[in-house]
């Protein structure tokens, strides 16, 4: 990958938080899914999370994008900056919280009028403003590095949902964020399609990408992850290494989960 699309690192070269969340809270009417929800992500880790439908698994990682607006609750980003939503929130805010990350969708939301190179540079060149050039070569690299480049003129509609998955990611890559957001990026998928698009994240967690993965992949997220977070209710009730989440958990509520959905891993 090109010096330009490698993950960000800080100033000091330290793990410091690329954001740190403290007491979000987000209600649609009645229904509070979001019940005063703490997170730290440091640069270069991996944080997952898991949890029964319903636990307020994406409405967490919409919310750090700015497609929900939450109703209580601060994010604190890397430069310093904190946003509280208790308060007045301005578009400033919102974008300097959205600039800072890019979202792969569960069921890919690529353009379907436009091809697979134009999907990936539209970011780039219509949002950031970049060098059309610039971003053309930046996207043909990172299509080739998920074995795509020859897929580069072809519409969404031609492609496999593993594929058009892959363009998602190379998409969210194209953007340069510090934070690289994932909702489920396999629960759309055929089986024998989701080893693709997980090798894909796999490599990008190896090269240092900061990431937050919501995924029903409990193995995946055993071996990928620095971090599991378990939710349920709105509510973070269990967080850990994943090995000790998975195998060993100390929650009621986890356990109950695990014995559902899990079969037991050998440690």
Same mark, same amino acid.
């Given at each position: 990958m090109p010096a330009d699309v490698t993950p960000p690192r800080s100033a000091d070269g330290s793990?410091?938080?690329?954001?740190?969340? !403290?007491? /979000? !809270?987000?209600?649609?009417?009645?229904n509070e899914v979001l019940s005063g929800i703490d997170l730290d992500v440091r640069r270069g880790r991996v944080v997952a999370i898991i949890g029964p439908s319903?636990?307020?698994? =994406? =409405?967490?990682l919409r919310s750090l994008n700015s497609l929900e607006v939450p109703d209580a609750g601060t994010v604190t980003l890397s430069d310093g900056r904190t946003i509280d939503f208790g308060a007045t929130v301005g578009k400033r805010d /919102? =974008?300097? /919280? $959205?600039d800072r990350s890019s979202m792969v969708f569960q069921h890919f939301n690529l353009f379907p009028h436009l091809t697979v190179l134009q999907n990936v540079v539209?970011?780039?060149?219509?949002?950031?403003? $970049?060098?059309?050039? #610039? @971003?053309?070569? #930046?996207?043909?690299?990172?299509?080739?590095r998920v074995g795509l480049a020859e897929k580069a003129d072809a519409y969404p509609s031609e492609l496999s949902g593993g594929q058009q998955q892959r363009v998602g990611i190379?998409?969210? /890559?194209?953007? $340069?964020?510090?934070?690289?957001?994932?909702? #489920?990026p396999t629960s759309a998928l055929d089986p024998e399609l989701v080893g693709d698009v997980l090798t894909?994240?796999?490599?990008? @967690?190896?090269?240092?990408? =900061?990431?937050?993965v919501v995924t029903h992949e409990l193995e995946f997220a055993r071996r990928v992850a620095d971090e599991l977070v378990f939710m349920a209710d709105g509510a973070v009730v269990e !967080?850990?290494?994943?090995?000790?989440?998975?195998?060993?958990? $100390?929650?009621?509520?986890?356990?109950?989960f695990l014995r559902r959905v899990l079969k037991p891993l050998d440690d």
């Open positions: 793990d410091a938080p690329v954001l740190s969340v !403290r007491g /979000l !809270r987000k209600s649609f009417g009645s319903g636990s307020g698994k =994406t =409405t967490v /919102l =974008t300097a /919280l $959205r539209e970011g780039p060149v219509r949002v950031q403003k $970049r060098d059309p050039r #610039e @971003a053309r070569a #930046e996207a043909e690299t990172l299509l080739a190379v998409r969210a /890559l194209a953007l $340069r964020p510090e934070l690289l957001l994932f909702d #489920e894909v994240v796999k490599e990008l @967690a190896d090269d240092g990408w =900061t990431m937050i !967080r850990g290494a994943p090995a000790d989440v998975l195998s060993r958990p $100390r929650e009621a509520r986890t356990q109950q």
